[in-house]
Every structure is written in C-alpha cells, then in structure tokens.
C-alpha cells in the first residue's frame, strides 16, 4: 500500500492528504491555516508543515511528495522531479504567480526537510495549458519585449481542468477525443478552459493567475490603462496596485467580503453592493463562456467545479438562463441538489450536457506523481 503524500502550500494554509495509489483513497487529510498572521501558533511553513506531518505521525508508507506549483511558465509542461536546478527555477517564475510560487517553494523546502528520503515531485498549474495556440496566449505587444520578459499567457488550475474533463468523459461514458469540453473551475480563484479533444486551447487566465475572471480578492480583466491611471492619477506605487488588485480587489473590492457564501446571503438580505459585486461576477463568467464556445465551434459538455462552481446553483443557473437558442438547457430540478458525485444537470434532452463534476487536485497530483516514478 504505497502512499504519496500530496502537499498544495498556499501562501497562507497548507492543504494536504495522504493518499493510497492503489485504491486511490485519501487515508488521511488536512488543512493548516493563518499561517504567520498575528496571533497564530504557526509561525512560517517549516512550523506549519512539522504541523502537518505530526499529524501524519510515522505509521505511514510514504513514497513520494507531490507538490502543487502553480506558474510552471513555459519551462514545464508535465510533472517532473524536483531537483536542485527545478528548485531554482520555480523560484524564478514566482515572479509570474507572485501569491501563489513563493508559498509552494515554502512547501517544499520544508517537506524536503522532513521527508529527505523519498522523491519530491512538481506539479504544475500551468502544464495542461501549454498545448494553447500562439494566437491564444501572445499579448499584442512589442514581440522583442514579450519574449525578453516570458510575458504571455500560462493560464492555471490546469491540474483541476485536466483532472474534471477527463472525469467528465468518464461520466458521459464517450471519448475524450471526441469532445468539447468548457471547464468552469470557480473557487476562490477561477477560471475557464477550452478543451477540444482532451487538448486545451484556452483558458482564461493569463501570464498570471489576476487575469480573466472576478474571483475572492482579484480584479479579473481590466483595461491596462487602469493601472497606469492608478500610478498618474491616484499616486498609488505599483506594489500598491499589486496588492490593490491581487489581493483587495474582486468579491472583497466590491462588497467587502471575499467568501462567495458571504455576499450571498448580504444579497439575500437585499444588500445593494453585494448585489452589484454578484451581476458583475456572472457578467464575466458569461463573457468567457460566449467565447470559448465559438472558439470550439460548439460544445458537448458545459462542466461546473470548485467551491462555488460545485455548490451554488443560484450562479449555474443565472449563468446559464436564456441558453436554449444555443441547445443549453438546464433542469431546475436536477440543478438543485448537492452531491460529491459527477452528475448532470440539463434537460434530458438538452443537446449541450451541463454537469457539476467535483474536482480533485490532490488526487490528480498523486496520480501524475505515480505516473513519473513508474516511468
Ligand atoms: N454552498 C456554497 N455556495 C456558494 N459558494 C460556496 C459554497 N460553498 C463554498 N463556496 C465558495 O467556494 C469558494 C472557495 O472555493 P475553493 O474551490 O475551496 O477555493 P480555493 O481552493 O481557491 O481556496 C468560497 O468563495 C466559498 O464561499
Ligand atoms: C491559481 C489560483 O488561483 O489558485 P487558487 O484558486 O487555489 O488561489
Ligand atoms: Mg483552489
């Protein structure tokens, strides 16, 4: 009973679970939180992951760390063996995902510590989207500078849209050849992908993970000539526009809660911002939805994960509502009830399926870490 220990270190948790490559089990799981904020016992993720693996305790049968790295750049386009030289260039890259690299290098480091004896292994966010064409991620800018600079889009939660479309195939018992696919991975962070084949073909993130969608505390889009008026206009440094839009922006920026849960219910109580902070939100989503469709000249399969993609059936349907010109029809019945399991919710007849299938990156993580150590 092999297991890999998954570790997803965010800059302020560690999320992580013990998981069976057998059977596929999560045996054990968890999360640390709050880590370095005032008032915490968890001073730094050496502390927080001593945390974790006293939790794990010795009765385990560790054979391998995969790790979560979320800007794998164009460097990485698979799961791959964390030596010295990977080490370093994920530190390089956290320019390019600056909330998100730092806090997995943390993970990392002081998993090595603790586990020096077995193989560590990087997985990307960023690998599933290197199969997007170049009219798909190049900025239109100064070509010399683009390339200089890396700046171009990598999208990410990869793992996640990799993992839900091939369970979607899965679950509608076709090929994943056959089908087009749309992705709505809405969490905290969000995103969408195209997937045409099993190959995705865009996604909505971009050169880092602020752009495309309205998420907890990140603007999505915005026109660039924002920043710049930020700077002129308000006085604001550009690491106060880093933080104001990566970290104070979005849900949060709107109407002042970055918990999708939170702004429902002050909705609910007829709160106004919260109420305009949530049309904006699916405003958005419907943007990237109307285009991915046409960019796959049609869709099979409209599939929903993630915190909220998974659990709030008010935004599935407000999403979707006035799709049937398009062959998108929900079932308000089928919409409505929660569940772990894949499952559908159009009409039986709908000819675009729409589906709620739950994601699972730690698994995903430990299936690519089996699969290279096999390899
Ligand atoms: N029942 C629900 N209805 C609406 N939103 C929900 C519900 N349950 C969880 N969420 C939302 O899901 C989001 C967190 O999603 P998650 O995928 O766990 O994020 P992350 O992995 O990025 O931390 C939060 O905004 C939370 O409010
Ligand atoms: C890349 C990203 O946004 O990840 P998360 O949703 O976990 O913050
Ligand atoms: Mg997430």
């Known amino acids: 009973m092999p297991q890999i220990f998954v570790v997803n270190s965010g800059s302020s948790s560690i999320k992580y679970q013990l998981i069976d490559s057998e059977t596929e089990e999560a045996v054990l799981g968890g999360l640390v939180e709050r880590i370095g904020e005032p ?29 979560r790295v979320v800007q794998g750049g164009s460097l990485f386009d698979r799961a791959t063996l964390i030596t010295e030289e990977v080490e370093a260039q994920i530190e390089e890259l956290s320019a390019l995902a600056p909330l998100h690299n730092p806090a997995n290098l943390l993970g990392i480091r ?4 603790a586990l020096p004896d077995v193989p560590h292994v990087a997985i990307f966010d960023t690998a599933f989207h290197q199969t997007i064409p170049a ?6 800018i100064d070509a010399e500078i ?15 849209h990799k993992f839900v479309s091939e369970e979607t195939a899965k679950f509608m018992g076709r090929p994943l050849e056959e089908l087009k696919i749309i992705v709505l991975h809405i969490g905290n962070g969000g995103s969408l ?48 526009i880093d933080v104001l839009l990566n970290r104070r922006s979005g849900l949060l920026g709107m109407a002042g809660n970055s918990d ?3 702004v429902q219910n002050a909705s609910w109580e007829g709160d106004e911002t919260a109420l305009a902070a949530l049309a904006v939100y699916r405003h958005r989503i419907i943007r990237y939805l109307g285009a991915y469709i046409l960019h796959l000249k049609g869709v099979d399969a409209i599939v929903f994960t993630a915190g909220i993609g998974e659990n709030d059936e008010e935004l599935r349907r407000l999403v979707l509502e ?47 870490t089996a699969t290279l150590l096999a390899a």
């Open 322 to 368: 006035g799709l049937e010109f398009l062959g998108i029809e929900l079932d308000l019945a089928l919409n409505e009830p929660r569940s772990k399991k894949p499952r559908y919710i159009s009409a039986e007849n709908s000819p675009v399926k729409v589906l709620v299938v739950p994601t699972n990156e730690e698994l995903e993580i430990a299936r690519q």
């Open 110 to 113: 002081a998993a090595k510590i």
């Open 146 to 160: 683009a390339h200089k600079y890396g700046i171009r889009k990598y999208g990410a939660h990869g793992t996640s």
């Open 135 to 140: 009219e798909a991620y190049t900025y239109a």
């Open 39 to 67: 008032g915490s016992e968890i001073a730094d993720h050496v502390a927080g992951m001593k945390f974790v693996l006293e939790h794990l305790g010795t009765d385990n049968h560790i054979v391998a760390v995969g790790h």
């Open 260 to 262: 999708m849960r939170d």
């Open 193 to 240: 992908s195209a997937i045409d084949g099993g190959v995705c073909i865009e996604t909505s993130m971009g050169m880092t993970p602020l752009e495309g969608l309205v998420m907890g505390t990140r603007s999505g889009d915005l026109d660039p000539a924002v920043l710049i008026h930020l700077h002129r206009q308000a006085g604001l440094s550009f690491d106060e």
